[in-house]
């Protein structure tokens, strides 16, 4: 999965599901009251979450976690 796909699909605010490394992971977010949430599971599991901020700090706090999976 290239960093644009995610990107792409983060700003439609489409879920996301991928495989990496062995393992399946799904990725969407949600506008709250207080800002954008982005959220990845890994097989049915929480694994990451942002702080509540704008849908572009999301984006960018997301893919320098990506790019350590």
């Keep these: 999965m290239s960093t644009n796909e995610l990107r792409k699909a983060i700003i439609s605010d489409d879920e996301l599901?991928?495989?990496q490394n062995g393992r399946?992971?799904?990725?969407?977010?949600w506008n709250q009251c207080d800002g954008y949430v982005l959220s990845l599971e890994?097989?049915?599991e929480?694994?990451?979450q942002?702080?509540?901020m704008s849908k572009t700090a999301c984006t960018e706090e997301f893919l320098?976690?990506?790019?350590?999976?």
Excluded: H, I, Q, T
């Design 17 to 19: 599901s991928f495989f």
């Design 24 to 29: 399946d992971y799904l990725l969407y977010g």
């Design 42 to 44: 890994c097989e049915g």
């Design 46 to 48: 929480l694994v990451w």
């Design 50 to 52: 942002s702080a509540p």
């Design 64 to 69: 320098r976690y990506y790019s350590e999976l």
